[in-house]
């Protein structure tokens, strides 16, 4: 088993910055996917982001891309997403995941966190 806590959400203006931190916790991290994934008021649950175990590769959804970033800390067990210019349509409740393989695919990932609140005000 692998928990995850994620933490980091909260309220920011349009253009603002968040950094949204996961904490893993049960077995080893480093053999780990690292997803972000968010589901915003009635949507489906969308991916954002992963990182491969060692941090040397990462994916973005291409809503994300050149404004998320995604990082991971092998020797603290942590992961993380830097957000730049946010906007409203970023607003939704991300969550983090912990998968063996690498995946954008939600249902295909093992372990999940309880979920951060970020909100973009306009």
């Known amino acids: 088993q692998v928990q995850l806590v994620e933490s980091g959400g909260g309220l920011v203006q349009t253009g603002g910055s968040l950094r949204l931190s996961c904490a893993a916790s049960?077995?080893?991290?480093?053999?780990?996917?690292m997803g972000w994934f968010r589901q915003g008021p009635g949507k489906d649950r969308e991916f954002v982001a992963y990182i491969s175990t060692w941090g040397t590769s990462a994916y973005y959804a291409d809503s994300v891309k050149g404004r998320f970033t995604i990082s991971r800390d092998n020797a603290k067990n942590m992961a993380y997403l830097q957000m730049n210019s946010l906007k409203p349509e970023d607003t939704a409740v991300y969550y983090c995941?912990?998968?063996?393989?690498?995946?954008?695919?939600?249902?295909?990932?093992?372990?999940w966190g309880q979920g951060t609140q970020v909100t973009v005000s306009s």
């Open positions: 049960g077995r080893t991290f480093s053999n780990y996917v």
């Open positions: 995941a912990a998968d063996s393989s690498v995946t954008t695919l939600s249902h295909e990932y093992d372990y």
